[in-house]
């Protein structure tokens, strides 16, 4: 039985993959910090070898008895990665370089790094680079997210060789539902919206691009990169999507789709000035080359998610821990908290003089 060390496998594509990868016969190592806690692995807890630790001060001994290696931890959004760009560069280059010279030590050969779609970001302000780019394109990041990701790339493959195999997968915005729930993806948060105030919010006016992928089809990918040849894969980035879409279409479908759940939800246009990115990708290299093609539409998507929120009671669409940058904060300030009191319930620190 081959085992796969899934970094950030209790995260919210993380747990998903864990998943796919058990039904297909896989051993799972999931080393994760535990952030958001453990709901990601609530249905399969029993079924995976968990180490509770930080990617960044792993040791060598996490790929003791692995076959291969996806990575998909680290800050997952641009609000987290501008927040502590020292965090965001610490766990998404270095970490990222340091596990995959971990692989080449042990004879780890295949790593399969979760990149993102983002790198491709050109905004909406010059209407002559609104152009379908795909893995040749030249890309110049400048957000923090995404460059880390384009930085944490190159590092890989500086790395390949012929006893090393590193696989790039950019991903397209992910929707869907998982265990560990996330309200702050686009789709994710429509459906949050309608659910919780019957309207729909389009910022900009939703006349942005985004290329979309569920969650399961994202997972699938993953495990694409794992079993293919090596030939086939060596050294190869391949980005992976549904389609491209206007988000005021995007918005217009799921108001369709939530309509035959009996769900109503007003659309809203925001015109407002906000930042947003603007990006539309090939996938045609992953189909061709591993037969990869997405399957998992919109429409189906959103009656899932719509089911699995309402069977797992995630409807309290405030809570912190669904939006990655507000859970981040509120775990800091709680951590102050800590270093003072010494506990919640338990007996606190010995009392002394303030200063």
Request: one cysteine or more; a neutral charge; aromatic letters at 8%.
């Amino acid at each position: 039985m081959s085992k796969i060390l899934l970094v950030g496998g209790a995260g919210y594509v993380g747990s998903v993959l864990a998943e796919e990868l058990l039904e297909r016969g896989y051993a799972v190592r999931v080393l994760d910090r535990m952030y958001y806690g453990d709901d990601g692995l609530a249905d399969i807890r029993d079924r995976v070898e968990l180490i509770i630790g930080d990617m960044r001060t792993a040791g060598p001994e996490v790929m003791d008895g692995v076959n291969a290696v996806v990575h998909v931890g680290g800050l997952s959004n641009d609000p987290t990665a501008e927040y502590n760009p020292r965090a965001n560069q610490e766990m998404n280059v270095d970490a990222t370089r340091m596990l995959a010279e971990f692989c080449k030590k042990a004879g780890v050969r295949r790593y399969v790094f979760a990149s993102s779609c983002s790198i491709y970001d050109r905004g909406v302000s010059d209407q002559e680079k609104d152009v379908l780019q795909d893995e040749t394109s030249d890309v110049n990041p400048q957000a923090a997210y995404s460059k880390s990701k384009y930085d944490a790339e190159r590092e890989l493959l500086k790395l390949a060789d012929k006893d090393f195999c590193p696989v790039i997968l950019r991903k397209g915005t992910i929707f869907g539902f998982s265990r560990r729930m996330r309200y702050d993806l686009v789709v994710n948060t429509f459906i949050k919206d309608a659910l919780y105030r019957g309207a729909i919010t389009m910022h900009y006016g939703g006349e942005m691009w985004r290329p979309l992928i569920d969650v399961r089809d994202a997972a699938r990918a993953y495990i694409a990169c794992i079993e293919a040849p090596e030939d086939k894969v060596h050294g190869q980035i391949f980005n992976i999507t549904l389609h491209n879409i206007r988000i005021s279409e995007l918005a217009l479908r799921v108001q369709r789709a939530l309509g035959e759940l009996g769900i109503g939800a007003e659309l809203r246009p925001d015109y407002g000035y906000k930042g947003v990115r603007s990006y539309r990708v090939s996938a045609q290299k992953i189909d061709r080359v591993l037969g990869v093609r997405p399957r998992v539409s919109i429409e189906e998507s959103v009656t899932n998610i719509v089911e699995k929120i309402r069977q797992h009671g995630y409807t309290d669409f405030d809570n912190p821990r669904y939006y990655n940058i507000r859970w981040m904060k509120l775990l800091e300030e709680a951590a102050k908290v800590i270093q003072v009191t010494g506990s919640v319930f338990g007996v606190g620190a010995k009392s002394g003089k303030g200063s």
